[in-house]
């Protein structure tokens, strides 16, 4: 069985490439990235020398490559995380987002259907939803009309509507999940989880944005891989599966707590200017996905308890990437005083 992964070098598609070389080793696993500033190989390492595993630096915007490489590899499945993914560089520069994450899978969905593939797994993510008010008993299901407020989220939101045509004109064979916020090993740090935990262990000012009150649903990035390989193996052709583990944390309480895991004071709180069209709350209604025999194996006390001792353990890792180019990205993103 050959499996194409593409955006297997950032930080989803990675824990899952890893997920997938270590479970099962009768498939052959490809990883094809453009290794972006999000891409790096240094997490492969003790894969790299697997006989299933091996990696492709391409680009999936570059049509003629991609189509070669399809008509060549012949792949039984496609699981598509290559995307730019980051809401604040979205409000900033959303030229990439239209052309990566829309005009790349539609590269990547015109190879597919050029070939016999069994299934076509489009990750994609809960913002497409748009945003909800703070009633705790209201939650996105797989029937919320598609209201992207942010241009990462129009984009992406216009990437399952294309996954979606292909499967209605062609039949493209097909799934798309949509999932919650995931947090882990490998986040990069200019995601809220990872920037806190980094720069609380370097005595930096933590950035919330308005209030902090703005509320996420945090997913273990193990759990969301698990859900991918059940929906990869048992998903009903043509549906959406929705993906979360009802983890609703207010960005202040997720600050709080890793200050507080890492024995810090909240002096290092610094509330600043809010971002662009904010969303509210996300809140995801996983119903049909643990109806396929899902069930999330960390809550968020175990999770973000074992992601900060990642990080603890890993500093080489995240500390390379603070001290490159992200630091110019950081200054310009934000104007905290230290
Ligand atoms: P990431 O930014 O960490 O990784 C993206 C990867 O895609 C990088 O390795 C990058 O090099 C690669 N890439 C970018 N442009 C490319 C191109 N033109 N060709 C080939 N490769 C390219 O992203 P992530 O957080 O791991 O998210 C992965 C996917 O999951 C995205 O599609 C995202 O929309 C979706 N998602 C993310 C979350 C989350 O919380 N991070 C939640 C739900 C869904
Ligand atoms: O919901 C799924 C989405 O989660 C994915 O589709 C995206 O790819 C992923 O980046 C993530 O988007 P968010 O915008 O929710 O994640 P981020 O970590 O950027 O922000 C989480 C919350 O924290 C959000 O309300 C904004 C706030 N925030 C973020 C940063 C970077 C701050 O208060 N300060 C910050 O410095």
Redesign the pocket.
């Known amino acids: 069985m050959n499996i194409l992964v593409t955006g297997g070098a950032g930080f989803i598609g990675g824990n899952f490439v890893q997920f997938m070389v270590d479970k099962y080793p009768n498939y052959n696993i490809y990883n094809l990235d453009l290794l972006t500033y999000a891409g790096d190989l240094t997490k492969h390492k003790h894969i790299e020398n697997k006989g299933n595993y091996q990696f492709i630096r391409a680009d999936i915007t570059d049509r003629e490559t991609i189509i070669s490489l399809f008509e060549q590899k012949q792949f039984d499945y496609v699981v598509h995380f290559a995307a730019e993914?980051?809401?604040?560089r979205s409000i900033t520069d959303p030229g990439i987002f239209v052309k990566t994450n829309v005009v790349g899978t539609q590269v990547i969905l015109d190879a597919s259907k050029a070939i016999n593939l069994t299934k076509f797994i489009h990750v994609s993510?809960?913002?497409v939803y748009g945003e909800l008010d703070f009633d705790p008993t209201t939650f996105f299901t797989e029937e919320t009309p598609l209201q992207p407020n942010s241009p990462y989220s129009a984009s992406k939101a216009s990437s399952d509507l294309l996954v979606r045509a292909y499967h209605e004109t062609y039949g493209l064979p097909m799934n798309i999940t949509r999932?919650?916020?995931n947090y882990g090993p490998y986040h990069f740090p200019?995601?809220?989880i990872p920037?806190t935990i980094s720069r609380v262990l370097n005595n930096e000012k933590v950035?919330?944005?308005g209030d902090?009150k703005?509320i996420?649903d945090w997913l273990h990035v193990i759990d969301h891989c698990a859900a991918i390989d059940l929906v990869l193996h048992k998903g009903l052709n043509g549906e959406v599966y929705n993906v979360g583990g009802h983890n609703e944390r207010t960005?202040l309480e997720v600050v709080k707590t890793i200050i507080q895991a890492l024995g810090k004071s909240d002096n290092l709180i610094e509330f600043v200017k809010d971002?662009l069209g904010?969303d509210k709350r996300?809140a995801i209604d996983p119903t049909r996905l643990e109806k396929l025999g899902w069930k999330p194996t960390y809550t968020f006390e175990t999770g973000i308890a074992q992601t900060i001792q990642w990080y603890l353990d890993n500093k080489e890792w995240w500390e390379q990437i603070i001290s490159g180019e992200y630091q110019n990205y950081f200054e310009k993103q934000y104007s905290i005083e230290e």
């Open positions: 993914s980051h809401v604040d993510t809960d913002e999932c919650s916020n200019e995601k809220l920037l950035p919330v944005y902090g703005n996420r960005n971002r904010h996300y």
